[in-house]
T-cell receptor, first 111, second 112 residues
Framework: GQSLEQPSEVTAVEGAIVQINCTYQ??????LSWYQQHDGGAPTFLSY????GLEETGRFSSFLSRSDSYGYLLLQELQMKDSASYFC????????????FGPGTRLSVLP | NAGVTQTPKFQVLKTGQSMTLQCAQD?????MYWYRQDPGMGLRLIYY???????DKGEVPNGYNVSRLNKREFSLRLESAAPSQTSVYFC???????????FGEGSRLTVL
């Protein structure tokens, strides 16, 4: 079996930096993805880490440490439109190497 | 480019009724998935299809059946709907082995 943990809520102000952590337990690990979901919308892909280290895509960065079973999503220069739920998802040997999602972190960006 | 298209977007059923959720993708992806999303629980994998002609159970398959009709289409069937199946259902597709899933807009199902 496997489990993923994320904080349920995070609040920050416009222009700030916020980090959303994800810890996981899985029997066979291939990679960690991050998704953004606005209320009433579909999840959209942000990043994928298969190897240790930092991946940067514009204002968003994602980090993975396989030895610590830990990753995080870093959002810089926060904007109001970043208010959404963020999900980490682990690709593992469970269910044919498909993705299992964490419970999600709701980010609120305040003016 | 439509991506992943799901129908219907909304549906209300009575307990015991049956229905099929349809999903089609136009990205030539091999893999397709059905997830359900309940408040505070993230997305849970119901069934997946790694390629045309194959389907496998995910985390929560009970009460559902699927059909991979061809490479483009993957349907989810509820044979006898129960209130516990009230949820938002998402279809997704991907190129196998990559980290990115492409999601449809979701189908909001209520079972009374």
């Amino acid at each position: 079996g496997q489990s993923l943990e994320q904080p349920s809520e995070v609040t920050a102000v416009e222009g700030a930096i916020v980090q959303i952590n994800c810890t996981y337990q899985t029997s066979g690990f291939y990679g960690l993805s991050w998704y953004q979901q606005h209320d009433g919308g579909a999840p959209t892909f942000l990043s994928y880490n298969a190897l240790d280290g930092l991946e940067e895509t514009g204002r968003f960065s994602s980090f993975l440490s396989r030895s610590d079973s830990y990753g995080y999503l870093l959002l810089q220069e926060l904007q109001m439109k970043d208010s959404a739920s963020y999900f980490c998802a682990v690709r593992s040997t469970d269910y044919g190497q498909n993705f299992v999602f964490g419970p999600g972190t709701r980010l609120s960006v305040l003016p | 480019n439509a991506g992943v298209t799901q129908t219907p977007k909304f549906q209300v059923l009575k307990t015991g009724q049956s229905m099929t959720l349809q999903c089609a993708q136009d990205m030539n992806h091999n893999s397709m998935y059905w997830y359900r999303q309940d408040p505070g629980m993230g997305l849970r994998l119901i069934y997946y299809s790694a390629s045309e002609g194959t389907t496998d159970k995910g985390e929560v398959p009970n009460g559902y059946n699927v059909s991979r009709l061809n490479k483009r289409e993957f349907s989810l069937r509820l044979e006898s709907a129960a209130p516990s199946q009230t949820s938002v259902y998402f279809c997704a597709s991907s190129t196998r082995g990559t980290g990115e899933l492409f999601f449809g807009e979701g189908s909001r199902l209520t079972v009374l």
